[in-house]
C-alpha cells in the first residue's frame, strides 16, 4: 500500500462497475491508515486471507518485485484474475513458472502495468503506422531517463539485486520503453548489444526504512556494495527489420520521468514525448512538419476510446494507467480470454519476452556483444 498501491485504488475508482472490497499489507498500522483514508470495507494481513475472501474477483499484486512470483501464484491458483505490477517476476525462470501455470488455469485474465502504452496518442500512433501511414517503420530511437538515485546516499530496494533481480535500471525502467517500442511498431526486438553502467558501485543504506523517491543525505546509513546498473546505452533490431537504439538512466539529474520514443518511416516520422503526452509530433520529407494535438474526434477509432477529455484539456500519466485498466477490467466483463481474444493490455506473456530482453540486455553489457533473444 505505499505510492503505486494507492495509484492503483485511483484508477480503478475512475473506472465505474469495479469496487475496491479489501486492501492487503503486512504493514498492518499502513493498511489500516490507508483503508480509512481511502474508504475501504475489509482489511487483511496478508494474501492468503484477501484470496479466502469469495467475493473478491480480482487482486491486484503492488508487491516488491521478490514476491511478485509467490503472489502472483497463489492468486492463479484461486482462480481469480490477477494484474500485477511489472517486471512480471525477477528473472524467467520465475516467469517461465508464472505461464506454465497460466496454462492450467485458462480462464484467469492475467494483466501486467505497461501503462504507457495505454497513453492515448501511443494508441493512435500505433494504429497510423499499422495502416501504413509512415511508411515502412526503419528506426525506432529514444530514451527513458529519472535522476533519483543520483547521489550514493539514494537507495531503495530496487537497489539490491535479491529483492530486484539481476537488473535494476532496464528492469524498472527500460522495459517500459521496449514495451512501448514493441507496441508501437506491432513486433518483437530480437536482437540486443548493450553498455550497461554503474555509476555508484557502493551506496549508503539508511538504517531505518525510507520513502521511495525522498532525499536521505542526513540519514544514519552504512556502505553497501551495489551490482545493479545505474544506465544501459542499447542497440536494439527488431524482427521486420527495423534497428534502433534506445537509453535508460536513474542517474541524470533533472529528468524525473522522461521517456521519448520516435518512430521513422519510410514516408514520415511520429515522435512522442511523455511530459507533453499530448502532443504527437510528425516529420515529413516534402511538406511542412505537423504537430498533433489529442483530440477525440480526429483519432484512429480504435483509439478514441482510451480518450475521454476534449482537446486541449490534458491527459497523462493517471489517465493511461486508467486506460490500462479500463481495457483490462473489459475483457474481463466481456468474458474473453488471454490467447483467444486480441488484448490491448500487456499480458504475462509479454512480461515473460521483456524478461528475456532485459536478460539479454544484461547479458550483453557483461560479454561486450550482441545477443540474439
Known amino acids: ?56 474477483q480480482v487482486i491486484h ?49 492475467a494483466g501486467l502495468n505497461f501503462c504507457y502504452r495505454m497513453n492515448p496518442l501511443i494508441q493512435d500512433a500505433k494504429n497510423r503506422i499499422a495502416a501504413g501511414e509512415i511508411g515502412k517503420p526503419l528506426l525506432v530511437h529514444g530514451s527513458y531517463l529519472q535522476d533519483w538515485l543520483l547521489f550514493d546516499t ?44 554503474t555509476a555508484h558501485p557502493t551506496r549508503k543504506k539508511p538504517k531505518t526504512q525510507v520513502e521511495t523517491f525522498t532525499i536521505n543525505a542526513q540519514v544514519d546509513s552504512e556502505e553497501v556494495p551495489v551490482n545493479t546498473e545505474d544506465y544501459a546505452g542499447v542497440l536494439v533490431k527488431f524482427e521486420n527489420g527495423a534497428s534502433g537504439v534506445f537509453q535508460c538512466s536513474q542517474i541524470s ?10 518512430v521513422d518511416g519510410s514516408l514520415s516520422s511520429l515522435h512522442w514525448q511523455h511530459e507533453t503526452s499530448d502532443q504527437m509530433w510528425k516529420g515529413n520529407r516534402n511538406s511542412n512538419n505537423e504537430q498533433i494535438m489529442r483530440n477525440p474526434s480526429l483519432m484512429t477509432a480504435e483509439a478514441r476510446k482510451y480518450s475521454y477529455m476534449a482537446a ?19 475483457f474481463i466483463m466481456e468474458g474473453k ?13 509479454e512480461g515473460h519476452y521483456i524478461a528475456r530482453l532485459t536478460e539479454a540486455i544484461i547479458k550483453s553489457g557483461r560479454e561486450r556483444r550482441w545477443v540474439t533473444v
Request: hydrophobic letters at 40%; glycine letters at 6%; one cysteine or more.
Open 312 to 330: 486541449g484539456h490534458p491527459e497523462g500519466w493517471n489517465d493511461a494507467f486508467k486506460n490500462n485498466l479500463q481495457a483490462f477490467y473489459t
Open 61 to 109: 499484486n503492488c508487491t516488491p518485485n521478490n514476491l511478485h512470483l509467490e503472489v502472483n501464484k497463489k492468486i492463479i491458483e484461486s482462480g481469480k484474475h490477477v494484474f500485477s505490477e511489472k517486471p512480471l517476476a525477477r528473472s524467467t525462470e520465475e516467469t517461465s513458472q508464472l505461464l506454465n501455470l497460466l496454462e492450467k488455469h485458462p480462464n484467469v485474465v
Open 253 to 262: 539529474a533533472g529528468r524525473k520521468c522522461f521517456i521519448d520514443i520516435e
Open 154 to 197: 539514494d537507495y531503495n530496494w530496487r537497489v539490491e539485486a535479491d529483492i530486484n533481480g539481476e537488473s535494476r535500471c532496464v528492469s524498472d525502467i527500460g522495459s517500459h520503453w521496449m514495451d512501448t517500442a514493441q507496441t508501437l511498431i506491432g513486433c518483437k526486438i530480437t536482437e540486443v548489444c548493450a553498455n550497461i553502467v
Open 337 to 349: 480470454k488471454i490467447g483467444v481474444d486480441p488484448c490491448d493490455f500487456a499480458t504475462f506473456e
Open 1 to 56: 500500500m505505499g505510492h503505486i498501491g494507492v495509484s492503483h485504488i485511483d484508477a480503478i475508482r475512475r473506472l465505474g462497475g469495479v469496487e475496491v472490497l479489501a486492501i492487503a499489507d503486512t504493514n498492518s498500522k499502513l493498511a489500516a491508515e490507508k483503508a480509512a483514508k481511502y474508504d475501504i470495507p475489509k482489511v487483511y494481513a496478508d494474501i492468503d486471507e484477501l484470496i479466502a475472501n469469495p467475493q473478491i
